[in-house]
């Protein structure tokens, strides 16, 4: 969620609002993720802020990955309990 709202917002502040977390912790969410994975997902400078073309690519999986997840919170929701 972080990485998406980060790609869309296309600022860090923006997106830490959007999913209810500090700035400094949507921060450190997509270090740990670019850390993780072995790359850079944006490109940051005072003045500008863009997915890198690692980025780029991991965007449409992510979005894949958050609506498959939703999917499944929203089928447990629905499930009848086990008798």
Do not use: W, Y
Not at 2 to 30: D, G, P
Not at 36 to 61: H, K, M, N, Y
């Amino acid at each position: 969620k972080c990485f998406l709202a980060a790609a869309n917002c296309e600022n860090f502040s923006r997106a830490a609002e959007e999913v209810h977390i500090s700035q400094s912790s949507i921060s450190k969410v997509i270090g740990r993720l670019e850390e993780e994975l072995g790359v850079r997902l944006f490109e940051r400078s005072s003045r500008d802020f863009r997915l890198t073309e690692a980025g780029e690519a991991l965007l449409p999986q992510a979005q894949s990955l958050l609506d498959a997840a939703e999917k499944i919170k929203d089928g447990m929701k629905n499930a009848r309990p086990a008798n």
